[in-house]
């Protein structure tokens, strides 16, 4: 299997099953630091927090996640703000984790370490 970030996201409009916990897991041994966690509908996702020397920092690492998210056509849920820039990311249309998932979390951390 290549490595999740030299994998492409491919579109996903439903009509297959988010992975389950023991696939979830599987892939999580393969992206550096990032959370599996469960909201209040019990939906899985992935969550971590960078953190920056200042607010530019922060909105430089977002705006370069977004020019990832827009070429993978798969888009995350982001807060940020002084120091600190929140990613979670899920495929919404299967309420749950994919592939995909794993393979954006894999990109946004090649741009921390660029």
């Known amino acids: 299997m290549s490595e999740l970030k030299d994998k492409k996201c491919l579109p996903c409009e439903g009509g297959v099953s988010a992975f389950d916990i023991s696939e979830i897991h599987k892939y999580q041994k393969k992206v550096d630091g990032w959370e599996v966690i469960k909201n209040e509908r019990e939906i899985f996702s992935l969550e971590k927090t960078f953190k920056f020397k200042n607010f530019i920092a922060s909105q430089n690492f977002v705006n370069n996640v977004g020019k ?7 888009h995350p849920d982001i807060t940020f703000g002084w120091g600190y820039a929140k990613i979670n990311i899920s495929t919404h249309a299967i309420e749950g984790l994919s592939e995909n998932d794993f393979i954006l979390a894999a990109k946004i951390d090649q741009i921390t370490s660029v």
């Not at 998210?69 to 798969?74: A, I, L, M, P, R």
């Open 68 to 74: 990832i998210s827009e070429e993978e056509s798969h």
